[in-house]
């Protein structure tokens, strides 16, 4: 057997496996089914439909997560330099963030609620403050751009963003799960 021949065979194997595990990013929607997803936005009553394509582009183009989104300020974007930034810490009291609190205080004892609640809201991790080009497709200027003349904030809760995403993948006929993460 010659080296050539046993890479190859090797990579055909794991070719073969990642073709037959199931993977996390197995979820993730195909071109087609986003665009479909962005389709049906439309189809979606005001003002769902603003609502619905800015989570939709703002999860699948951005990259931005569920908690993100739903503490999205018009502020986060620095339409000099096309960036949208995600900031270590904004001043929150939202029922996600006081949940998130509580969660937090019952891991680490030393810590208050009312001292988990002044660190809130944060991103996931230090890391996740973060800056992300917004200039990557004329549509996601003019969605960035529309959402934030009629809105200085996300207006919903944290959960209306995974009920945006849900109504979306309903109405475009999309099978299968379809919720930020996986866009
Ligand atoms: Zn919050």
Same mark, same amino acid.
């Given at each position: 057997m010659t080296d050539d021949y046993q890479q190859s065979?090797?990579?055909?194997?794991?070719?073969?496996e990642s073709l037959t595990t199931r993977h996390t990013h197995e979820d993730v929607l195909t071109d087609r089914e986003f665009e479909l997803l962005l389709e049906a936005c439309s189809s979606l009553p005001e003002p769902k439909d603003p609502q619905t394509r800015f989570v939709c582009l703002a999860a699948g183009r951005l990259g931005l997560r569920a908690g993100e989104i739903a503490h999205f300020h018009a502020e986060w974007l620095d339409w000099d330099r096309m960036l949208l930034r995600i900031p270590q810490h904004e001043p929150c009291e939202c029922g996600y963030c006081r949940r998130q609190?509580?969660?937090?205080?019952?891991?680490?004892?030393?810590?208050?609620?009312? /001292?988990?609640?002044?660190a809130r809201?944060?991103?996931?991790?230090? !890391?996740?403050? &973060? %800056?992300?080009?917004?200039?990557?497709?004329?549509?996601? /200027?003019?969605?960035l751009e529309?959402?934030?003349?009629?809105?200085? !904030?996300?207006? &919903? %809760?944290?959960?209306a963003v995974n009920r945006r995403v849900t109504a979306a993948a309903e109405a475009a006929d999309i099978d299968g799960r379809v919720y930020p993460h996986a866009l």
């Open positions: 065979s090797e990579w055909a194997q794991q070719h073969r609190a509580t969660q937090e205080t019952t891991h680490n004892e030393e810590l208050t609620h009312e /001292e988990a609640m002044e809201w944060h991103p996931k991790t230090v !890391a996740s403050a &973060r %800056s992300i080009p917004i200039d990557l497709s004329l549509r996601l /200027e003019l969605c529309r959402f934030t003349n009629q809105y200085e !904030a996300f207006p &919903r %809760s944290r959960s």
